[in-house]
């Protein structure tokens, strides 16, 4: 079992800028890969971004040149860079640990943005 830990949701200014961190309860699995997703009000749970233990990152067309993501392996934590924040980014913010392969995966709390204008 993993237990993963987001933080650094908040209330931000549209424009303004979050970085959102993920904490895991033990290294990362050799193969795996992380993700953020969201969710809005009356909406469906989307992928924001994603990360697999090579490196390789995709992004979802909305964010893509304002969200970067990242991962820091010695420190089993990967982060969410958001920038340029607008309103229709508001919405909880959830990390995600895939195995693939092995169709495990762990999800964290959430951890809520608002981006207010």
């Known amino acids: 079992q993993v237990q993963l830990v987001e933080s650094g949701g908040g209330l931000v200014q549209a424009g303004g800028s979050l970085r959102l961190s993920c904490v895991a309860s033990?290294?990362?699995?050799?193969?795996?890969?992380l993700g953020w997703y969201r969710q809005a009000p009356g909406k469906q749970r989307e992928l924001v971004a994603a990360?697999?233990?090579?490196?390789?990152?995709t992004y979802a067309d909305s964010v893509k040149g304002r969200f970067t993501i990242s991962r820091d392996n010695a420190e089993n934590t990967v982060y969410l860079q958001m920038n340029s924040l607008k309103l229709e980014d508001t919405a909880v913010y959830y990390c995600?640990?895939?195995?693939?392969?092995?169709?495990?995966?762990?999800w964290g709390q959430g951890t809520q943005v608002t981006v207010s204008s």
């Open positions: 990360i697999t233990s090579r490196s390789s990152t």
């Open positions: 033990r290294s990362f699995f050799s193969i795996n890969v």
């Open positions: 995600n640990l895939r195995r693939p392969g092995i169709g495990v995966e762990y």
